[in-house]
């Protein structure tokens, strides 16, 4: 037996606990960290369902500049595309200097036109990824109801126009006249389309188009 002399026991080492309390702040900074990743993958995935609706939407947007083509092509060819058509969403002018807010201004769209788009879940006039979708249509000239070029009350209905590039044939035509160009100007068409979306997702396009 292994004896010790009076005074010279060896002391007992007091538990002071610091492994705990280091093991304490390792475990607090693991929480800390997982609840971070749980928010970043959240925030991933949200933002990712943001972009897809917003995209869908955009695709919604070009069938409404699909049917507003169509409409086009088959008006512009008769005397009705000088009058307004407020149920087809057509005006045949703009305000001089106009700067219409498509963004806040509900006016802007009161005589917009609907898609009939049809999806047995989502109801009329919203197709099956719950975008619904309107366009209206202004003819770029300054007199409504007039023919371009014509002159109504007294103001000459000039409108927004290209230039036939098509020249006259034949020796000694002289390239600089006004006889330059052979076939009538083609009459601007500005065409603004909204598509709503689940999540409040807005896509707006606009396009300008000009009769053949």
């Not at 991933?44 to 995209?55: C, D, H, S, Y």
């Amino acid at each position: 037996m292994k004896r010790y002399a009076q005074g010279s026991l060896p002391r007992r080492r007091r538990q002071r606990g610091v492994t705990l309390f280091i093991a304490l702040i390792v475990l607090v900074a693991m929480t800390m960290a997982a609840v971070a990743m749980m928010r970043s993958v959240d925030t991933a995935t949200v933002v990712a369902g943001n972009i897809g609706f917003r995209q869908s939407a955009v695709n919604a947007a070009d069938q409404g500049i699909q049917t507003a083509f169509g409409w086009l092509g088959a008006t512009v060819v008769t005397a009705a595309i000088n009058s307004d058509d407020a149920a087809n969403g057509y005006f045949s002018s703009v305000t001089a200097g106009e700067a219409p807010d498509w963004y806040t201004n509900s006016a802007s769209w009161a005589n917009a036109s609907n898609l009939p788009l049809t999806c047995p879940a989502k109801g009329t006039n919203t197709d099956c990824a719950g975008n619904t979708v309107s366009y209206v249509i202004h003819r770029m000239c300054p007199v409504a109801n007039c023919a371009p070029n014509a002159t109504c009350a007294g103001v000459t209905n000039v409108c927004g126009q290209t230039l036939s590039s098509t020249a006259v044939s034949g020796e000694g035509v002289e390239q600089g006249a006004p006889n330059f160009f052979t076939t009538p100007p083609t009459t601007h068409y500005r065409v603004t389309v909204r598509s709503t979306g689940p999540r409040a997702s807005i896509a707006y396009v606009q396009t300008m188009l000009r009769s053949q």
